[in-house]
């Protein structure tokens, strides 16, 4: 019963420290709204986990293909497609944003 109730204070924490900062754009229009509260709790729970499993399988392909990607002259495009992106995907964009 204990874990239950840190995991749940864990997703609370995570939620409610999750903030979105928002400029306007160059001609003034409207930012997107911000995310709401389902749309957080789906990424935490559903989006992210299962975004996991392309940042675990994409470097085991990207060094299968790096060979290649030598011989093209072209690794830092394949390195960054593999490993970059899925690692920017699962970590580096704001809880909610899908």
Request: contains cysteine; hydrophobic residues 50%; positive net charge.
């Amino acid at each position: 019963m204990a874990r239950i109730r840190l995991a749940a204070l864990g997703i609370v924490l995570a939620l409610g420290s999750a903030s979105v900062a928002r400029a306007e754009g160059p001609y003034g229009e409207r930012p997107a709204p911000a995310p709401n509260l389902y749309e957080r709790i789906v990424d935490l729970v559903l989006v992210r986990p299962l975004a996991l499993v392309p940042l675990v399988v994409a470097p085991v392909g990207c060094a299968v293909g790096l060979p290649v990607a030598w011989v093209m002259r072209s690794p830092v495009e394949e390195v960054d497609l593999c490993v970059t992106g899925p690692v920017r995907h699962v970590f580096g964009r704001p809880l909610g944003e899908l």
